[in-house]
Structure formats: structure tokens, C-alpha cells
């Protein structure tokens, strides 16, 4: 048994040290936490009674009786998916984030998480970091990372194709660049001309500030359009400049309807389209296309300790965060 302490969240939103006890198991293997990011879905669930984090990053210090594919020592790391059956048709097929028996930050292993010093996961999934990733690096890669991967990936983003990104925050900035590297031409949509500089830094393409606009000036209509805003966006303003055919994919959470006009979708033929998490050969192509394309995160550090965990989402909740938050232990 191994007993460690893992930070939760509780009924009045404050940060709970606390301690798990597990065993680790013949297929799982005991990870000491080095660092995690903080994503947006933390906060959501920090009024729940449960082990927060879910961009987790560390060293291996001991593997289970039947684990071959990870030895003590790797760098490795875990995101959003703990377990799947296996057997299923999505499991089969690669779409194991669809398995009827996923387990899912959130929803099971509530004893623990990322903000932490210890977990113990199945090693089937979880992932190895590329040596050229720091793990302070690879740590928001883990959600934030897989999760804008996934979608320019798994629905088929083309170097020929015009990338839209709403919103220049942790999911936007890693958007920005895997999509530049993809060959994409990349377009920003923010607020304000603030983080402009950032922004063509990071590989954009152009950037339209949004803020008090009647009508959105583009030098082309936008193939895919990535939504990472925590709002939902003024659609009037965005469906005029899709490409017929285009594709919308809302990536935040959000606890309220989809609400969007009729019309335009019929008459442009354009899609909507869900996407959670990276399966996991996604994830383990998203960290080799970081690690050869040099793609990093912009980081701000915090302890990984109460005061720290506090201090960050209060950073990431007023919208100061620059622009992933990683816990350092
Ligand atoms: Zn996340
Ligand atoms: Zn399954």
C-alpha cells in the first residue's frame, strides 16, 4: 500500500489536503508527480469532493508485477482518460475516448488526480514524454495540448486549409501553433489587438480583434473553426466568413445550449462538430509532433500546495493567466 497526498476540491470551493491510500496493482504503475497544469475543467469540478488535475507529469517509481512498456525512471505523463474496457467496438477501432466504460476525470477514480505527489494509473494509459520536452512543458500538452491536436488531426485540418481560433488563452495559444506547423494558415479572433504580438509570434497568420464589431474582415473564408473561448460566441458575426462546407468545433465546456442560427448551417453545408479528448495513439502522434516542431506551451508557474493551487485558478478565473498555469511540486 502507498499512501500520498493529492489536493481536492470541496462543497465551498477551497482547496482540501488530503491523503489516498492505494495499491498499486500488477498493471499499474506508481508515478511521483513533478508537475501539472491547470485546465479550465478544474474549476469546475473544485466544488467536488475529489482528487483535481488532469495534465499530470512525472517520474515513474514503480511498476506493477505485469507492466513491460515503461521501466522505473521514465518521464511520463497522463491526461484526461484513466481506463476504457478494451473490447468494445470504439475501444477496437481507436476510439477508445468513446468506450461506453471510459473512465474519465470527473466521472471516476475520484481519489486522485494531478494536483498531487503521487498516482498510481493503469499503464496502458498513460503516455512518455519525448526527452526534448521538459516536463514543466509537457504537462499542459496532456489535455490542453491533445485536446486543439485532436481536432486539427482527427478531422482532417489540411496545410491547405484556413484554421479560425477564437480565443488567444491555453487553448488558443496551442492552437495557434500546432496548426502553424501543420501548414495551416491561422487566423486569431480575440477580444482586443493586446495579444496581437503574441500571436503572429506563436505562428498566426492574422489577427482580427473582435470586440464591438459589426461585421469580421478576413482576407479568406475560414475552413475550421476552433472555438476555445469559455463563452459562446456571437455566431452572427463568425457563420458570414466560414467557407462553404467549414466545420465549427465548440471545445469549452459550457453548462448552457448550443445556441446558433438555422439557416446558415442548411445553406453553407457546414458541420458542427463535437471533440473531446486525443485517444491515445493521437496523443502519443500529438507529443512527436511537438517534440520534432519544438511546440511549447507559455507557462506560469505556482507551487503545487494549497496557496498555490488557490492562487492559480484565482489567476486563470480573472482571466490573467499567461497563458497555462503549471503546478510545480
Ligand atoms: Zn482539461
Ligand atoms: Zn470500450
Known amino acids: 500500500?502507498?499512501?500520498?497526498?493529492?489536493?481536492?476540491?470541496?462543497?465551498?470551493?477551497?482547496?482540501?489536503?488530503?491523503?489516498?491510500?492505494?495499491?498499486?496493482?500488477?498493471?499499474?504503475?506508481?508515478?511521483?508527480?513533478?508537475?501539472?497544469?491547470?485546465?479550465?475543467?478544474?474549476?469546475?469540478?473544485?466544488?467536488?469532493?475529489?482528487?483535481?488535475?488532469?495534465?499530470?507529469?512525472?517520474?515513474?517509481?514503480?511498476?506493477?508485477?505485469?507492466?513491460?512498456?515503461?521501466?522505473?525512471?521514465?518521464?511520463?505523463?497522463?491526461?484526461?482518460?484513466?481506463?476504457?474496457?478494451?473490447?468494445?467496438?470504439?475501444?477496437?477501432?481507436?476510439?477508445?475516448?468513446?468506450?461506453?466504460?471510459?473512465?474519465?476525470?470527473?466521472?471516476?477514480?475520484?481519489?486522485?488526480?494531478?494536483?498531487?505527489?503521487?498516482?498510481?494509473?493503469?499503464?496502458?494509459?498513460?503516455?512518455?514524454?519525448?526527452?526534448?520536452?521538459?516536463?514543466?512543458?509537457?504537462?499542459?500538452?496532456?489535455?490542453?495540448?491533445?485536446?486543439?491536436?485532436?481536432?486539427?488531426?482527427?478531422?482532417?485540418?489540411?496545410?491547405?486549409?484556413?484554421?479560425?481560433?477564437?480565443?488567444?488563452?491555453?487553448?488558443?495559444?496551442?492552437?495557434?501553433?500546432?496548426?502553424?506547423?501543420?501548414?495551416?494558415?491561422?487566423?486569431?479572433?480575440?477580444g482586443t489587438d493586446s495579444k496581437k504580438d503574441e500571436a503572429m509570434k506563436l505562428g498566426a497568420d492574422e489577427f482580427v480583434a473582435t470586440k464591438g464589431a459589426k461585421e469580421l474582415q478576413v482576407s479568406g473564408p475560414i475552413d475550421h473553426l476552433l472555438i476555445t473561448t469559455s463563452f459562446q460566441p456571437d455566431w452572427k458575426l463568425f457563420l458570414p466568413i466560414m467557407a462553404p462546407g467549414g466545420t465549427l468545433y465548440p471545445l469549452t465546456v459550457s453548462p448552457d445550449d448550443f445556441k446558433i442560427p438555422y439557416m446558415p448551417i442548411i445553406a453553407g453545408e457546414l458541420k458542427i462538430q463535437g471533440s473531446l479528448v486525443a485517444a491515445r495513439q493521437v496523443h502519443r502522434e500529438m507529443f512527436e509532433f511537438a517534440a520534432h516542431h519544438q511546440i511549447r506551451p507559455i507557462i506560469q508557474k505556482f507551487p503545487m500546495t494549497v496557496e498555490g493551487i488557490e492562487e492559480s485558478m484565482k489567476t486563470l478565473d480573472e482571466g490573467k493567466m499567461r497563458y497555462r498555469g503549471v503546478l510545480v511540486v
Open 1 to 190: 500500500m502507498v499512501e500520498f497526498t493529492v489536493f481536492k476540491g470541496s462543497k465551498e470551493g477551497k482547496i482540501v489536503e488530503s491523503k489516498t491510500t492505494k495499491e498499486l496493482k500488477a498493471n499499474e504503475v506508481l508515478i511521483k508527480v513533478t508537475h501539472s497544469g491547470l485546465c479550465g475543467t478544474d474549476e469546475h469540478y473544485k466544488h467536488e469532493d475529489m482528487g483535481l488535475g488532469h495534465e499530470g507529469a512525472g517520474v515513474i517509481e514503480e511498476i506493477g508485477s505485469s507492466v513491460t512498456t515503461y521501466r522505473k525512471g521514465d518521464s511520463v505523463g497522463w491526461g484526461y482518460q484513466h481506463d476504457a474496457c478494451g473490447h468494445c467496438k470504439q475501444c477496437l477501432t481507436g476510439h477508445e475516448t468513446l468506450c461506453p466504460e471510459r473512465k474519465m476525470y470527473g466521472y471516476a477514480d475520484h481519489d486522485q488526480g494531478s494536483f498531487a505527489h503521487y498516482a498510481i494509473w493503469k499503464a496502458d494509459f498513460i503516455f512518455k514524454i519525448p526527452d526534448s520536452i521538459p516536463r514543466e512543458y509537457a504537462a499542459p500538452l496532456n489535455c490542453g495540448g491533445a485536446t486543439v491536436f485532436n481536432v486539427l488531426h482527427s478531422f482532417s485540418a489540411r496545410s491547405t486549409h484556413r484554421v479560425g481560433i477564437i480565443g488567444f488563452g491555453g487553448l488558443g495559444h496551442l492552437a495557434i501553433q500546432f496548426a502553424h506547423k501543420m501548414g495551416c494558415q491561422v487566423v486569431v479572433f480575440s
